[in-house]
C-alpha cells in the first residue's frame, strides 16, 4: 500500500491531474455565482464541488501514506500545509460564499509549476531575493512623493483643489503621474491656470485661479525624471542583480549535486567511469575519422572523373 501510494505521489500524471481538479474547481466556483446557471445547475455543481473536494482529500491521504513511516513529514513542505488548512475549512461547519472563496485559492497552487521551470524558478528566486533591497527603493520613493505631494499642494491646492487641495489628493495624483498616464491635463491646469483650462470635475469647486507657468514645468518635469526615470530603473537593476545571485547560487547547488553524486564512489569505479568516457571519445574519433576519409575520397573520385 505504501509503495503504491509512493508511485502515485511521485508519478508525471499525477501532479498535472490534481492541476487540472484545481481549474475545473475554479471553473465551478465561477458557475456558481451565476444566478442563472445556479438555478437550473445548481445541484449538478454541487456534485461537482463535492466530488472535487474528495478528490483533493485522496490527494492529501496519498501525500501522508506515501511519507510513512513518517507522516507528519508530510507538512514540512509549505504548500502541503496550505492545501490541508484549504481542505480542512471545507469541512467546517458553516455555509456562505466565503468557503467558495477559500476554495477558489487553491489555483495558487499553479505556481507549483515554478519547480519544473528551472528558468522561471531562477526568475521568481530573483524577485524573493530582492525584497529586501526593493523595500529601501520603495521607502525612498515614498519620501520623495511626500515631499512632492508638499510642494505640490502649497504650490497648486488653491488654483486645482482636485488633484491638489491635500496631501493624499496630491499623492495619487503624483501616482498618476509617474505612470505617464494623463498628466498632460494636470500639467495644464497648473500652467495657465484652472480659469484657462480645466475639466469638469474641477468646475463645481471652489478655487482661486492662478497659473504657474514656471513652476509647473520644473516641478513636473523634475518629479518624472526623480520618479519615473530612476527610481523604477533602480527597481529593475535591483531584480537583475538579484537574478545574477540566483544563478550564481543554482551553479553552486549542481556542483553540489555532483559532488553528492561522486561521494562514495571508490577510486576503482572512477577510473571505470573515466575509461568508460574515453572509450566513448575514442569511438567518436573514429567515426569522425571514417566520415572524413569518405568525404575525400569522393572528391578525388569527382576530381578524376573531370580529368
Known amino acids: 500500500m505504501v509503495e503504491l501510494c509512493r508511485k502515485i505521489s511521485e508519478s508525471k500524471w499525477f501532479p498535472n491531474f490534481i492541476i487540472g481538479v484545481i481549474f475545473l474547481a ?11 446557471i445556479q438555478q437550473h445547475y445548481g445541484e449538478i455543481l454541487i456534485i461537482l464541488d463535492n466530488v472535487i473536494l474528495y478528490i483533493f482529500v485522496f490527494e492529501i491521504v496519498i501525500k501522508m501514506i506515501a511519507k510513512s513511516p513518517r507522516p507528519w513529514e ?7 500545509v496550505f492545501d490541508f488548512i484549504i481542505v480542512a475549512v471545507c469541512f467546517l461547519p458553516f455555509g456562505g460564499p466565503y468557503v467558495a472563496v477559500l476554495r477558489l485559492a487553491r489555483i495558487l497552487r499553479v505556481l507549483r509549476l515554478v519547480s519544473a521551470l528551472p528558468k522561471l524558478q531562477v526568475l521568481v528566486g530573483a524577485l524573493i531575493k530582492s525584497i529586501p533591497s526593493m523595500s529601501y527603493v520603495g521607502l525612498l520613493l515614498l519620501l520623495l512623493f511626500y515631499i512632492y505631494a ?15 487641495g ?20 494636470v500639467f495644464n491646469i497648473q500652467v495657465m491656470g484652472s480659469n484657462v483650462y480645466t475639466v469638469e ?9 492662478s497659473a504657474h507657468p514656471v513652476a509647473a514645468p520644473v516641478y513636473f518635469i523634475s518629479f518624472i525624471l526623480l520618479g ?8 529593475i537593476g535591483i531584480i537583475i542583480n538579484g537574478m545574477e545571485e540566483t544563478n550564481r547560487e543554482e551553479t553552486i547547488k549542481e556542483l553540489a549535486k555532483i559532488r553528492e553524486q561522486l561521494h562514495g564512489i571508490s ?5 571505470n567511469l573515466i575509461q ?4 566513448k571519445i575514442n569511438e567518436n574519433l573514429k567515426l569522425l575519422r571514417n566520415r572524413i576519409s569518405a568525404e575525400s575520397g569522393g572528391k578525388k573520385i569527382s576530381q578524376t572523373d573531370v580529368h
Open 26 to 36: 475554479g471553473i465551478v466556483v465561477g458557475l456558481q455565482t451565476d444566478s442563472y
Open 74 to 80: 508530510f507538512f514540512k513542505d509549505g504548500w502541503n
Open 150 to 164: 508638499v510642494m505640490g499642494t502649497y504650490l497648486f491646492g488653491q488654483n486645482d483643489p482636485l488633484h491638489f
Open 166 to 185: 491635500s496631501i493624499g489628493a496630491s499623492m495619487m495624483t503624483l501616482f498618476e503621474i509617474i505612470t505617464l498616464e494623463g498628466w498632460i491635463d
Open 201 to 209: 470635475a474641477l468646475e463645481s469647486m471652489q478655487r482661486v485661479p
Open 228 to 235: 519615473t526615470m530612476i527610481m523604477l530603473n533602480l527597481f
Open 267 to 271: 577510486l576503482e569505479e572512477e577510473i
Open 276 to 279: 568508460q568516457d574515453i572509450e
